[in-house]
């Protein structure tokens, strides 16, 4: 069997494929977020166990050898690790909005737009330029202390293995220049990193191989480190042409178009992740909240996740004039636009209103904030969804009608299915990518609820151009 793990913000998963792409068992651990007063962290030793943890249940679960394993989780994020690849703090998450004013410094100084111009990532508070110029001004002892600062899955690799590296798609924001796949040094000293230089992974490319070290997996089990969860849920979604879409429909609610021009003119937003494919990149307009937006609103309503489908079904498109910016995360938005300091905003709620009004609102919002995000990503071709998200047909349905175009579905572990795609090419392992990337489903429009939507669209972003300059006062 062929097993891809995935280490989510939220969740730490494992899952078990056979040679055709078929899922044959799915192992989950959750993992908790410390959040407080914009700084949003986790505890690594407390993800690195859900990750023995899972890989122990599902060989246990699932019987035969492993042939290969692929290793993807979340992006951006300062893990500071020694050099035995052991946490020296708690990790700083994508999500920590604590260097926003260092974001809002270099916007004015236009140091943030160079950086844009020379490796194609807009940065934001959560990525590592960021949060190590601001650890270095405020935390400086646990710098000193570290030996690497890591992106996730790069921690687990070096514990998994003793492999210390990182790959080009994890290098890509903010310090990888696109074109030679090997960090910028004229960046690391624009953000005054220079000193700090050697806490830097080395960057593996192709990515990173290693043998297990018998934590979870038998020991010398063939493992692969990377690309991080965008890119390999692309990859597990079939998306590998330019002009074809992906979006993810996750905590972050990710848009992704494949293409083979790197154009760093224009708005500075987003990024361009390199792939294992010289010249080929994924357009990326991560916008910072998806289902935790929707996860908010339930757990603030009281309304259970099982009941969300009756309720898009029983309210109507426009949610009875009920509006949300839904922009909740602690560090603003980072795609397809930067703005530390927005934040949502619910317009036209009443006493009359309800809270079906209040989660389709919701939905729309977030598919308004989608659409934004791929016109801005140049979405020509078809486009495939994966996360959480299309477990609600309900709001599949929606999303193909705020969107105005048909969405191609790929259920299940779509992230762990790309890392082990990913680990098979590193390896030279013949596995039929499109067999294994089949989509479960496609969900049209209704043309006219898209005619609908197509001025909502419009007004959506009226709404948030007003919003963000009430931001900047």
Known sequence: MYVGIDVGTS??????????????AVEARPVDLTLRGGFVEQDMEEVYAAVVAVLTALTAAVPGPVELVGLTGQGDGVWLVDAEGLPVRAAASWMDGRAHELVDQWLADGTFETVFRRTGSAMFPGC??????????????????????LYCKDMVFQRLTGVRATDV???SMPFLDPLTRAYDNRVVELLGLAHRRGLLA???????????????LPPGTPIANGPYDLPSCALGAGVTAPGDGLLIV??????????????????????????DRAGYWLRAMPAMVGTAALDWVLSTTGVHHDEVDELL?????????????????????????????????????????TRGDLIRATCEGIGYAARHCLEAAGLTGS?????????????????????GRPLRVVEGEVGARGAVLAAAARYGVALDASAWTEPTGVVEPDAGRAGYYAKGYEEHLARLTEARGRARQ
Do not use: H, Q
């Open 313 to 353: 079904a029983a309210t109507p498109p426009g949610a009875n004039g009920v509006r949300v910016l839904p922009y909740f995360a602690p560090s603003g938005e980072r795609a397809p636009f930067v703005e530390p300091r927005l934040r949502a905003e619910l317009t036209g709620v009443s006493l009359e209103s």
């Open 128 to 149: 590592p330029g960021p949060l190590l110029a601001w650890l270095d001004r405020y935390e400086p002892s646990s710098l000193d202390s570290a030996t690497t600062a």
């Open 250 to 275: 996750g905590t972050c609610l990710a848009s992704l178009v494949g293409t083979a021009d790197l154009d760093l003119t224009g708005e500075p937003a987003g990024l361009y992740i390199s792939t």
């Open 202 to 216: 080395p960057v593996s490319d192709p990515v990173a191989t290693g043998r297990t070290r018998g934590e979870g």
């Open 383 to 403: 486009l495939a969804v994966c996360g959480g998200g299309t477990r609600s047909p309900a709001w599949m349905r929606l999303l193909a009608d705020v969107l």
């Open 169 to 171: 798609s994890d290098a």
């Open 11 to 24: 969740m730490v998963k494992a899952a078990a494929f056979d040679d055709a792409g078929r899922e044959l």
